[in-house]
């Protein structure tokens, strides 16, 4: 069993009335339906689809958890307030408890304590500030080798879409609900197959240089390094150029290009 301190995530409760309605129209996760100790992993999204904030979504006995960047918490809250307009909910920070992650054994989870519905391998997140200190790297390196990105690593926010950052592929998305901000360009994205870009694994014989560190396939611009540890990184690509070329470099470390094994998505055919 593996333990992971996530020092840079913050919790925020929305309650009340309304919570369930007011989160279901402006999220692109499922909310309408979850269970008491169920999660959704979602965004909320600019009116032009790229990404404003992720999060976990966690149902509790009080109304939800949202799981989010430490970062950004005071403008969630903030832009979530923005959309309250007249529903009857409350938005708060909540300090406590920590968040921590666990994997590698068979967990029971409750509603402080949730499978990560992104997938099986990412194991649980704990929020009973219970579970022991760990190594924070070892989750990077668990969460590379799975493809799973976190953005402001891996992505900048206001910057990307779902389908760029995999969203599309762990049910970030929910594509058979009605509206939500963003909705008609993610849409259109999913029925056009229009994403050329992805987060993938990025792999090397000599250790990785930094996050940040352009990726040229052919000497062209192909994407940019995210999260690295030692040999291996994510990286937003453009698919179509690196499917063709025959050298990939991250500055001056050579690269193989590696699709993790759960997406549905294939390299694109060399011509």
Known sequence: MNFSPLNDRSLIEVSGDDA???????????????????????????????????????????????????????????RLTFYRLRAKVTIEHRPDPKVFAIWGADISTSDMCIKDPRLDAMGVRNYSGLAPQGNETDYTAHRIANGI?????????????????????????????????????????????????????????????PQGTTITADDKPAGTLGSVVMNQGLAMLRLDRIARAEKILAGTTELTTELPDWVNFKMPEND
């Open 20 to 78: 369930e309605n007011f989160l279901d129209n402006i999220l692109t996760c499922k909310v309408a339906g979850l269970s008491k100790g169920q999660a959704s992993f979602g965004a909320l999204l600019t009116p032009q689809g790229k990404i404003l904030f992720d999060f976990f979504l966690i149902k509790t006995g009080a109304g939800y958890l949202l799981d989010v960047s430490s970062q950004l918490c005071p403008e969630f809250i903030k």
């Open 149 to 209: 990105a976190q953005g402001g690593h891996d992505f900048e926010y206001n910057n990307a879409y779902p389908h760029e950052v995999l969203m599309d592929q762990f049910g970030g998305v929910d594509f058979k609900k009605g509206c939500y901000v963003g909705q008609e360009v993610v849409s259109r994205m999913q029925h056009r197959g229009t994403a050329k870009k992805r987060i993938i694994i990025v792999k090397s014989n000599a250790s990785l240089p």
